[in-house]
C-alpha cells in the first residue's frame, strides 16, 4: 500500500520550473488541490505535508536531485516506513512528452536521483511514477535544467495534473486496475468518470475511465 509519495526534484527559484523537477510540481499539485500545506521536516532535509483522505504523507527532498536518498531515507526513519510504503514521482528522458509509466520496481534507469534511493534504501522494490519529458537531442544535464518549451508546458501541466490524480488512485484503488489507468493515460484523451469503492477503507472514489477524443 503506498503511504508516502515523494516529488523529486531541486530546491530554489532557478529550478522550479525546469524539466527535472516535474516530480515537485505533481506532489505541489496533489497537495494543492487538497488545500494542505507543506513545513520543513528533519534537520531540514525535506519538506513534508499530509494528505487525510487518503492518508498520505508527500515529500519533496531538500538536498538536491544527486542526493535524493538522504532525504527519502530520514522520512523513512521518522515515519517507520519501509521500501514497500514509497511511491517515487520523477522525469524521465527516455519516455515521450507528458507520458505517464508506473510500476512497483526495476532499475534507475540513469536517474540519478531514483538511484541514490536505490542505493541508499538497499533495494530497487520501490514503487515510481515516471513523467516523460521527451528525449535530449544534445547535452542531457543541459537539457533537464533547462525550461519548457511554451508548447511544451501545455502538454506536461496535462500530464502533471492526471500524474496526480494517478497517485489517487494507487493510494485507493486496486493497484493493477489504477497501474492500468496510469500507463494507458496519454495527453489529448478525454475522461469518463465512474463510482468505485476504494480498497484502502477510504469509502466512495472516482476513477477516470479512458475514452479518445473523436
Known amino acids: 500500500m503506498v503511504r508516502c509519495v515523494v516529488g523529486l526534484g531541486n530546491p530554489g527559484k532557478e529550478y522550479a520550473w525546469t524539466r527535472h523537477n516535474v516530480g515537485f510540481r505533481v506532489v505541489d499539485t496533489l497537495a494543492a488541490w487538497r488545500g494542505v500545506g507543506w513545513r520543513k ?5 525535506y519538506w513534508e505535508a499530509e494528505l487525510r483522505a487518503p492518508c498520505l504523507l508527500l515529500c519533496k527532498p531538500a538536498t538536491y536531485m544527486n542526493r535524493s536518498g538522504e532525504a527519502v531515507a530520514e522520512v523513512c526513519d521518522r515515519h517507520e516506513l519501509g521500501a514497500s510504503d514509497l511511491l517515487v514521482v520523477y522525469d524521465d528522458v527516455d519516455l515521450p512528452l507528458g507520458r505517464l509509466r508506473v510500476r512497483r520496481g526495476g532499475s534507475a534507469g540513469g536517474h540519478n536521483g531514483m538511484q541514490s534511493i536505490v542505493e541508499r534504501l538497499g533495494t530497487k522494490e520501490i514503487a515510481r511514477l515516471r513523467v516523460g519529458i521527451g528525449r535530449s537531442e544534445g547535452d542531457r544535464v543541459a537539457y533537464v535544467l533547462g525550461l519548457f518549451r511554451p508548447e511544451e508546458e501545455e502538454v506536461i501541466e496535462e500530464a ?4 496526480a490524480r494517478g497517485i489517487e488512485l494507487l493510494a485507493t484503488q486496486p493497484w493493477e486496475r489504477a497501474q492500468a489507468w496510469v500507463n494507458a493515460w496519454r495527453p489529448g484523451v478525454e475522461v469518463e468518470t465512474v463510482k468505485g469503492n476504494g ?15 473523436e
Open 41 to 45: 521536516g528533519w534537520w531540514r532535509k
Open 160 to 163: 502533471i495534473k492526471a500524474a
Open 199 to 213: 480498497d484502502a477503507g477510504n469509502g466512495s472514489v472516482t476513477f477516470n475511465r479512458l475514452r479518445k477524443q
